[in-house]
């Protein structure tokens, strides 16, 4: 039997709203303390959570969290995980120290920027026998719950070739503070890709090899966001990048992650079997339709049988928390964001040789979720 993870927050920034409202409900988890650099950020999260609880559908006026420094909340002895939703550049260091206070933790997205940074992670968290899990968790959703189990009962037959496409315009225009996604770190790659390339893995498994290209548009870019209206940011990691992935078993792959579209009319991602063909829903979603063709047949829409079918960001988070209790290892697993990193880091790597680069780290499919079950419940 399971008991609640007693969870705090590190990172109270735009994404914190979510994991807030998804802490009071996900039955798994207890939100005690929330801890930022700017000490004034925790307090707005708990303002926020005093006027919008009954706005969220709560069933009850929700216990506040704590607001603390990062550093009494490492010294909490109460916590046992910590959700980590600092900026990309920081996640490899609050992870660490997370880690060194005997903390558990539960990162956004990326796992780190380099493999260097990421062994860090694992080897620290394999010496301190504790659990490391690593957004995205949207895989976890109804949408691509679905897919995986279409894929599994061998509906399209055996998995022949996929592609992933996320192109926008980039997200200075809507972002209050984007600066850091045209950093080293961000950029469409490192921030969309773990949606797309951890949702590949779920439904293929590892990747073996990556070649393609890349490119830096613009040099510059101006934000036109309320908060920082003209503001100019130089840009400093590519903003297109075209692959071409090799699955280890066999399946080819193209992708494209673009900050330089303003529209396309492609899909999100499309598994191609030597039966049928299968429609995934946008994997930074829970839901979404489903559909699939067999043979000459029409595109069907899929039925959803699977839970989570809302924004549960945070469920990640618990099923760390109770794989840590189990002794076992997470869905969100920091091996399977290790692996994504990788690819990622090869992405680029790539691009600036001209060489077909050989992904060396390996993970095994996450284990599917059975049907049925309620949102934010983990078996």
């Not at 929700?62 to 996640?91: S, Y």
């Amino acid at each position: 039997m399971t008991t609640k993870t007693k969870i705090a927050i590190i990172g109270c920034g735009n994404i914190s709203s979510i994991y807030i409202q998804n802490a009071y409900r996900i039955p798994s988890l207890e939100l005690l303390a929330l801890a930022d650099l700017d000490p004034a950020r925790p307090l707005a999260k708990i303002e926020e959570i005093k006027s919008k609880w009954r706005e969220w559908n709560l069933p009850s006026e929700p216990k506040l969290p704590r607001p603390l420094t990062v550093e009494q909340l490492l010294a909490d002895p109460h916590i046992q995980l910590v959700i980590n939703l600092t900026i990309p550049k920081a996640h490899a260091e609050v992870a660490l120290q997370c880690l060194h206070a005997g903390k558990h933790t539960y990162h956004e997205k990326p796992f780190a920027l380099s493999r260097t940074e990421g062994q860090k992670i694992l080897d620290t968290a394999k010496q301190k026998k504790l659990t490391v899990g690593c957004a995205p968790d949207t895989f976890l959703g109804a949408g691509i719950q679905t897919a995986r189990k279409i894929i599994d009962d061998g509906l399209i037959g055996e998995p022949v070739a996929c592609s992933a496409f996320m192109t926008c315009p980039g997200h200075e225009w809507w972002h209050p503070d984007p600066e850091f996604y045209y950093q080293p770190g961000g950029g469409p790659m490192f921030d969309m890709g773990p949606y797309y390339l951890t949702t590949l893995v779920n439904l293929l498994g590892p990747i073996a090899r990556i070649t393609g290209f890349a490119r830096a548009t613009r040099p510059t870019r101006t934000i036109t966001s309320q908060k920082k209206n003209g503001t100019l940011i130089p840009v400093e990691t590519p903003t297109h990048i075209a692959s071409t992935l090799q699955f280890r078993n066999g399946a080819i792959g193209t992708m494209i992650m673009s900050f330089d579209v303003f529209g396309a009319n492609l899909p999100r991602i499309e598994i191609y079997g030597s039966k049928g063909s299968l429609s995934v829903p946008d994997p930074n979603r829970f839901d979404g339709d489903v559909r699939m063709k067999i043979g000459r047949g029409d595109w069907e829409t899929v039925l959803l049988t699977y839970g989570n079918r809302r924004d549960m960001r945070g469920i990640g988070a618990a099923e760390t928390g109770i794989a840590a209790q189990r002794g076992a290892i997470p869905r969100p697993a920091a091996a399977l964001g290790y692996h994504v990193l990788e690819v990622m880091e090869a992405s680029l790597e790539t691009a600036r040789t001209g060489k077909s680069i050989e992904i060396l780290s390996t993970v095994d499919r996450p284990a599917p979720l059975p049907p049925g079950l309620d949102d934010g419940v983990i078996p």
